[in-house]
Structure formats: structure tokens, C-alpha cells
T-cell receptor, first 119, second 117 residues
Framework: GAVVSQHPSWVICKSGTSVKIECRSL??????MFWYRQFPKQSLMLMAT?????????EQGVEKDKFLINHASLTLSTLTVTSAHPEDSSFYIC???????????????FGNGTRLTVT | GENVEQHPSTLSVQEGDSAVIKCTYS??????FPWYKQELGKRPQLIID?????GEKKDQRIAVTLNKTAKHFSLHITETQPEDSAVYFC????????????????FGKGTKLSVKP
């Protein structure tokens, strides 16, 4: 079945540094991937839609210069949290679904998430 | 844009009883409604989903109903067990333009289900 791999699973970084999170679709192509953020005891909030070969689409209130998204291939999207601050500490989850002629009714598959702690 | 409301925020039931979680959505163009179960510190796990051309779907103890006219859908868990305890999220998705695969999911705020033995 379709699998989405996300790395790292957890990371601790110092305030002011940058952190890169990778999201890979392992056995399918994904023209579009989605990045979510989840604070403790809260729901998943869509941050941005990552589009292969073009600029990401950010949700209102999400700073595109702070959360850099690069979707360089049909199987890889990266999210870089730049100049991280303690308030960026959260659980970041990517998701993707199969795209292409055989993709109808394909559900979204989530990565395992990345727990970011900024000290 | 799409807005999803979910109720209740917490639900406590006795083992063996049924649990019902309800969600409403705002955009009538939404056509895909999955339900996720999330255990603490883990990614959401898809437990059941329904598309707008179907009114009800059942998988063993879990069922989902969809009322397109009223724009609401519900999760029903029968014969609850302690291992059903988790946070459940409903979501709604507009169709993608390309390939028919799903667009971004908009999630409800979640329901913390506790099943007491």
C-alpha cells in the first residue's frame, strides 16, 4: 500500500536555528503534498499545500518566509522552519495522495510526524 | 473556504455502549469525508471514510453516515472497547482538480473518546 515517510521523527534545536523536515512518498507519485501543524491537545491545522515544480500555497496566517517549502520531485517535499523560536515547537505532519490517471478515490496518507522542540 | 465543526469535544462511555460523534461542514462542494483516530503522540490513522455519492458505510463496529442536504456526517462506534479510547477527528475535502485524488483536508477540532471498562 501507499506509504508516506517523514524524517526526522523528532528534533530539538536552539532558538534562531533552522530545521528541515522531509516528506517522501515511497511507492507512489504525489504532485501535491500537504503540511499540517498540531499543537498539544489541538486539531491538525493545514499550513500549506506543496506543489511539485511550483510555489507552495500557504494558508492565511502562515509566514511563507519562515516556513520554506520545496517540492522538487514527485516524491519529495521539504519543510524548513527558519529562525525557529520556542513558539514554533509543535508536531508537524505531512500528507500526500496518489496523483495521476489511476489516482481516483485515493485517500490521503500521513507521515509519522515530526515533533519539533525549540529551546 | 471549508469549515468543519465537530461535537462533542469530549465523550465518555461505558465499555459496550455506543459512541456517536457528529460533524458539520460548510462547503457543499466537499465530496470526501474521512474519520481519523489519533493516539497520543502518533499520526492520525484513517479508520473509515465516505464519499458524497454514498449515504452510509459500515466496517465492523464502525459506521459513518452522511447527509448531504444538511451537510453533516457522523461516526458511530458500537460495542465500544477500552482500546477505542483516543482522539477522533473528522475532516472534509474538496476535490482536487487533477487526477481525481483528494485535495487538502480540513479537520474538525477533535473528540476525545474515553471508554471506561
Amino acid at each position: 500500500g501507499a506509504v508516506v515517510s517523514q524524517h526526522p521523527s523528532w528534533v530539538i534545536c536552539k532558538s534562531g536555528t533552522s530545521v528541515k523536515i522531509e516528506c517522501r512518498s515511497l511507492d507512489f507519485q504525489a504532485t501535491t503534498m500537504f503540511w499540517y501543524r498540531q499543537f498539544p491537545k489541538q486539531s491538525l491545522m493545514l499550513m500549506a499545500t506543496s506543489n511539485e515544480g511550483s510555489k507552495a500555497t500557504y494558508e492565511q496566517g502562515v509566514e511563507k518566509d519562515k516556513f520554506l517549502i520545496n517540492h522538487a520531485s514527485l516524491t519529495l517535499s521539504t519543510l524548513t522552519v527558519t529562525s525557529a523560536h520556542p513558539e514554533d515547537s509543535s508536531f508537524y505532519i505531512c500528507s500526500a495522495s496518489r496523483t495521476g490517471p489511476s489516482s481516483y478515490n485515493s485517500p490521503l496518507h500521513f507521515g509519522n510526524g515530526t515533533r519539533l522542540t525549540v529551546t | 473556504g471549508e469549515n468543519v465543526e465537530q461535537h462533542p469535544s469530549t465523550l465518555s462511555v461505558q465499555e459496550g455502549d455506543s459512541a456517536v460523534i457528529k460533524c458539520t461542514y460548510s462547503d457543499s462542494a466537499s465530496n470526501y469525508f474521512p474519520w481519523y483516530k489519533q493516539e497520543l503522540g502518533k499520526r492520525p490513522q484513517l479508520i473509515i471514510d465516505i464519499r458524497s455519492n454514498v449515504g452510509e458505510k459500515k466496517d465492523q463496529r464502525i459506521a459513518v453516515t452522511l447527509n448531504k442536504t444538511a451537510k453533516h456526517f457522523s461516526l458511530h462506534i458500537t460495542e465500544t472497547q477500552p482500546e477505542d479510547s483516543a482522539v477522533y477527528f473528522c475532516a472534509a475535502s474538496l476535490p482536487m482538480n487533477y487526477g481525481g485524488s483528494q485535495g487538502n483536508l480540513i479537520f474538525g477540532k477533535g473528540t476525545k473518546l474515553s471508554v471506561k471498562p
